[in-house]
């Protein structure tokens, strides 16, 4: 099977790329320095090569991510790195096996992770980022209550977020120091061995944690690819169909709205100004008076936001330099 | 089951509502003369309720979504109203009896209806949205075209989308009245029983088409809600469940970009504003000094545009008044 025989639109990931992606990431934290955020996929097997290259605990977002990664036998080390309250299915997941650390910020959280079975968790800390996380100065206490309650307490996660498009990679690195002087602080309070932090924008700058919680370097997207201090390719883009021209100057390829995250902007077509996006419809014209394409003819096109762009399809093709598709995965983890 | 038994986020119908609002476009746009959109909600049960309301037609906008709809026996009239190059999986769908009309609006995609066994068209005309569409006074030659390959031409269409979310509703009618103009200047070239076009922002401006091609009408979003003479009720929303609560005075809901289309700004929480949305988090502060919710509590959220929101849930929920969930409905005509 080759690029050209795939349905339109399509996701496809350069797999030499993805290749070297992995290898750049797992020789600068290697093995359990990365917890591989398996949000950015939802992609079982893609998880699989993320293993192979040395990272056995990972990092996920949903109850579903836990359950899909435990049944692929990814469950060495899940840790889902967010509050939830609904963990009834995460018992006979632990019971099964598979080591399961949830991320707890608040009394209710933490009674939760009792009730649904949960054995270990990380104490949630709020570095800066408005979202989740309880205060440093509570995390002892949380900590305490979570040791009352029987839960063994493995350490401290913080998510410098807010940081990871800054584009100056010196205000972003003084940034997150002072994010991690948080997680620190609360780190001496709480104990454990594991300080668990940071993603793709501080895969260099984030040296305080024990393990980074990266995703997005596996695959890549247009934000991150703006900023120049992280270096990886860019693997993943949507297979179009032009299907229609119009001579006043612009194109239309079959991806849009359902096919691309928009929360970042518009993906990118090489050489050409994108005009909207609607629901199966880019929009685009040529840049520098470059031909327009024909109809019928296949562009790739480069998601802004890889996380919700994966999360819209149902698979994605692996291909090699001569577009030959060498491997079909399903984007199994979708869903809650 | 009740909404309190659901995972979140879940995507909630509100029954009665929906009702209503297919009863008012029914009132308006009986019969023939509405040609529901699918790509609005991607769901076949849903779908056979407008049929109930007496709506035999439908439109859709892949082909994915033509082969569900026949599978669902609503195949009596189905519109392609999109230019598609890969016909192949229609001849199937031609031959087991369903009727499939497929927008054309350039010689390579009427060749790609005739390889795919296609029997009708319409003629796909630019009116102003700059998309798909042959120019209007090249669409006589294009019917000449379809019909010396054999192919039934049935009329023409025209999408006035750029229209749909003009807040004055003189000004939105004055530019249908020009787009429409365009539309029936190539009917007349073309011929045929059908003028197709026109959406849930044109539901009672455009009265030029023979029939109307709304799709949003019928569950609602936050960005048609904002259009004073689109009258349709809100019929759906995101249920979801706060996870964490800032008592610096922000909360946070766990549904982000992968359950909300983004294009149209963030979703809606009543009474708050809404911060930003990440992968699975909402987050949002209280309007005129209303106490925030506590952790586990669920709220409702209303996506600013229904059609990627949708896309992105495997199921709706139905609920009468009370919560209790009548019926649970796949969205099973996602994917391409």
Redesign the interface.
């Known amino acids: 099977m080759n690029l050209c025989d795939l349905?339109?639109?399509?996701l496809v990931v350069d797999e030499a790329a993805m290749e070297r992606n992995l290898s750049t990431m797992s020789s600068h934290r290697p093995g359990a320095r990365l917890r591989p955020h398996v949000?950015a996929h939802k992609t079982t097997e893609l998880a699989r090569r993320q293993h192979t290259h040395g990272h056995r605990g990972f990092t996920v977002?949903?109850?579903r991510e836990v359950v899909g990664m435990a049944e692929a036998g990814l469950g060495d080390d899940l840790l889902l790195a967010?509050?939830?309250?609904?963990m009834r299915r995460l018992r006979a997941v632990v019971e099964d096996g598979a080591r399961v650390t949830v991320a707890v910020?608040?009394e209710?959280?933490v009674r939760a992770a009792v009730e649904g079975g949960v054995l270990e968790v990380l104490i949630d800390v709020?570095v800066g980022l408005?979202?989740?996380?309880v205060?440093p100065d509570g995390a002892g206490a949380l900590a305490d209550l979570c040791r009352s309650l029987g839960l063994d307490v493995r350490g401290v996660m913080g998510y410098e977020?807010h940081l990871m498009l800054l584009a100056d990679p010196s205000d972003r690195l003084r940034q997150t120091e002072q994010c991690m002087e948080l997680l620190l602080r609360a780190h001496a309070d709480v104990g454990g061995d594991v300080i668990s932090g940071g993603g793709t924008g501080t895969w260099i700058s984030n040296t305080w944690v024990t393990e980074l919680q990266a995703g997005s370097y596996v695959l890549m997207d247009s934000a991150y690819a703006a900023i120049p201090d992280v270096t990886f390719e860019q693997a993943l883009t949507v297979l179009t169909?032009i299907?229609?021209?119009?001579t006043?100057g612009?194109a239309?390829a079959?991806a849009g709205?359902?096919a691309f995250?928009?929360?970042h902007g518009n993906p990118t077509v090489p050489g050409a100004d994108v005009?909207f996006?609607?629901?199966?419809?880019t929009?685009f014209a040529m840049r520098d008076g470059a031909p327009l394409p024909?109809?019928?003819e296949r562009i790739q096109m480069v998601p802004a936001?890889v996380?919700?762009t994966c999360?819209?399809?149902?698979q994605m093709y692996l291909v090699d330099p001569h577009g030959v598709v060498r491997e079909t995965w399903p984007v199994d983890l979708?869903?809650?």
């Open positions: 349905t339109t639109p399509a949000k977002a949903t109850v967010n509050e939830v309250l609904d910020d608040s209710p959280v709020n408005p979202r989740c996380g205060a977020g169909t299907v229609s021209v119009n006043a612009w239309v079959d709205l359902k995250g928009m929360d005009w996006c609607s629901d199966e419809h929009v024909a109809v019928g936001h996380d919700p999360a819209l399809h149902e979708r869903g809650w």
